[in-house]
Every structure is written in C-alpha cells, then in structure tokens.
C-alpha cells in the first residue's frame, strides 16, 4: 500500500497568514493526489484534484502543486473560515490511501 | 444539484450485520464510480470502497475484505455498503461520495452527510 505522510500534523497561524502544508508518498503517484478541507461534524469538500487542479467555486487562494512524490497545498492569505482539517489522497492505485490530517488553527 | 444521502448506520453488537444506502439525485448516476470512506470518532479518513459505473471493478481496503459487500442499482440511483462481522473498530461515520474520472485524478467532488455505525457490546 501507498503510505501518504502529511506534515505538520496540526499548525496554529493568523488571518492573513501564508500557509504550506506538505504531503509525501512512499512511492511514485504521478499527479494522482487529491487534497480535501474539513470542518467539524461536516462532510470533507473536494479543494484540488490532479495536484494543481482547483475545483470549481474554491477560492484561488488555495493552490497545489508537486508531482511524483512530494505535494504541497498553499494558502495565500488565511481567511477565518479557512480554519479546518485538511487532508490529501492519493487515487494512484487501491487502496485510495489518505494522509493523516492537518490540523489548522488560529493562533 | 448533486445530493447523496447515506441511511442506515445504528447500533449494534460486535458480529452484527448492517446495510448502509446511499440515495443520489440530480447527476447521471450510472456514469460514475462511487466510493464508501469512514471516519472513527476523532480520527482521520480510511477509504473503505470502490464500485466503478458499470460494476466491473470492486475494490476494498483491507480491513473489510470479506466482510463488506459494495453494490449499486443504476435504475434506483442507489450504492449500498453491506457490513458483516462487524468489529468494535469498523465504529465510523459512513460517507458515499462520488468519483470524479482519471482526468481529474479520480478526487471525490460529492459527499454525503455521512450515516454513524457504532458496534458495541
């Protein structure tokens, strides 16, 4: 199995802020990596897919980048309602392995 | 609007049997995979199932192989998740989500509220 390893596991910053969170794979996947945000009690929304692809009606402060192994998800400028869990995946082959989460909160 | 609407999850004892339903409205449902992930109270994602459009490819996470059964019924707009043998650690909230094709890295872009199975003695 894929392992996806995120980093850092939970990271406190202020509104305005520039954020990066990391997510590595035990091998290859192309740019099959997905990334997700989540918010208490709510169901995980679909952010980016194929690494850099925004979906539509996500704001373009979020973006994605990376390929083969190492990914990142970058938010410009931390807006309140962006505080949540966020999450990557990758759908290169089963099992559709997701990182362990990165907690995001305010400081 | 795309909706997915999970029912079904309970509480039940350790080897007992459940079955999850997904309802989808509003997209052409046969034309795409669906996929069942969970989450345990206060833990991260587990991806549990794939079921490709036309029910060619089935694929499970190891943890329930052999004791889930993912199906769907294309007319009824429906993906189901039977659960067998449960254990105290299959104790999640049971998302269905639609898959998005190879083109957009097969991402899951439509989730359902989620449905609560809790198995314990």
């Known amino acids: 199995d894929i392992q996806m390893t995120q980093s850092p596991s939970s990271l406190s910053a202020s509104v305005g802020d520039r954020v990066t969170i990391t997510c590595r794979a035990s091998q290859s996947i192309n740019n099959y990596l997905n990334w997700y945000q989540q918010k208490p009690g709510k169901a995980p929304k679909l952010l980016i897919c194929?690494?850099?692809r925004l979906q539509t009606g996500v704001p373009s402060r979020f973006s994605g980048s990376g390929s083969g192994t190492d990914f990142t998800l970058t938010i410009s400028s931390l807006q309140p309602e962006d505080f949540a869990t966020y999450y990557c995946q990758q759908t290169y082959n089963t099992p559709n392995t997701f990182g362990q989460g990165t907690q995001l909160e305010i400081k | 609007e795309v909706q997915l609407v999970e029912s079904g999850g309970g509480l039940l004892q350790p080897g007992g049997s459940l079955r999850l339903s997904c309802a989808a409205s509003g997209f052409t449902f046969s034309s795409y995979s669906m996929n069942w992930v969970r989450q345990a109270p206060g833990k991260g994602l587990e991806w549990v199932s794939h079921i490709g459009s036309t029910i060619t490819t089935i694929y499970y996470a190891d943890s329930v192989k052999g004791r889930f059964t993912i199906s769907r019924d294309n007319v009824k707009n429906a993906l189901y998740l039977q659960m067998n043998s449960l254990r105290d650690e299959d104790t999640a909230v049971y998302y269905c989500a639609r898959k998005l094709p190879s083109g957009y890295s097969y991402g899951l872009d439509y989730w359902g509220q989620g449905t609560l199975v809790t198995v314990s003695s």
């Open positions: 194929a690494a850099s």
